[in-house]
T-cell receptor, first 107, second 113 residues
Framework: KNQVEQSPQSLIILEGKNCTLQ??????????LRWYKQDTGRGPVSLTI?????NTKSNGRYTATLDADTKQSSLHITASQLSDSASYIC??????FGAGTRLTVKP | AAGVIQSPRHLIKEKRETATLKCYPI?????VYWYQQGPGQDPQFLIS???????DKGSIPDRFSAQQFSDYHSELNMSSLELGDSALYFC????????????FGQGTRLTVV
């Protein structure tokens, strides 16, 4: 069983809409949790990084939250754009990757 | 700003050959991570180095070895290549390890034929 599980596997939304991606992890303790955006065939690009003591971190239209009690993190994207279409990957301690959520933003 | 540089970008090798992938971290970054991403799969952590010493080891096959040099660049050496080694190999770097942001290179696409 993967120690980092993401949901949904894929998501289609209309341009301008908001969405929230989920990441559940069983790694404990851990030092950091990162959200990455990865375009097909490209290297992941860091969106946010949080330590275990942080609850929320924003980066423009991206806001990540972390609940260490429930071992859940979420990535909220506001006012989606066509360029947000990509895979979003949750990574714990740089070593444990979730399978990603494939987001498609349609006009 | 300078980013993580990986070379080569593309590499084609035959089975049982060897390959060396190189990673040049962002200047002043002392930590390097290597990942393997097979087609349609999520990245798998291979190995990491901090200050030229191996810091963590993941699912790196015994046929692979890596090191970090005095200038902090890193090389991933792959021997006795197998068809299943065909993948994207990413390198990431950070200043320190743990809670600092890591930056990824564009990757090296290795194709074993």
């Amino acid at each position: 069983k993967n120690q980092v599980e993401q949901s949904p596997q894929s998501l289609i939304i209309l341009e301008g809409k908001n969405c929230t991606l989920q990441c559940n992890y069983t790694v404990s303790p851990f030092s950091n949790l990162r959200w990455y955006k990865q375009d097909t065939g490209r290297g992941p690009v860091s969106l946010t990084i949080m330590t275990f003591s942080e609850n929320t971190k924003s980066n423009g239209r991206y806001t990540a939250t972390l609940d260490a009690d429930t071992k859940q993190s979420s990535l909220h994207i506001t006012a989606s754009q066509l360029s947000d279409s990509a895979s979003y990957i949750c990574v714990v301690d740089d070593m444990r990757f979730g399978a990603g959520t494939r987001l498609t933003v349609k006009p | 700003a300078a980013g993580v540089i990986q070379s080569p970008r593309h590499l084609i090798k035959e089975k049982r050959e060897t390959a060396t992938l190189k990673c040049y971290p962002i200047p002043r970054h002392d930590t390097v991570y290597w990942y393997q991403q097979g087609p349609g799969q999520d990245p798998q952590f291979l190995i990491s180095f901090y200050e030229k010493m191996q810091s963590d080891k993941g699912s790196i096959p015994d046929r692979f070895s890596a090191q970090q040099f005095s200038d902090y660049h890193s090389e991933l050496n792959m021997s006795s290549l197998e068809l299943g080694d065909s993948a994207l190999y990413f390198c990431a770097s950070s200043l320190g390890s743990g809670s600092t942001e890591a930056f990824f290179g564009q990757g090296t696409r290795l194709t074993v034929v």
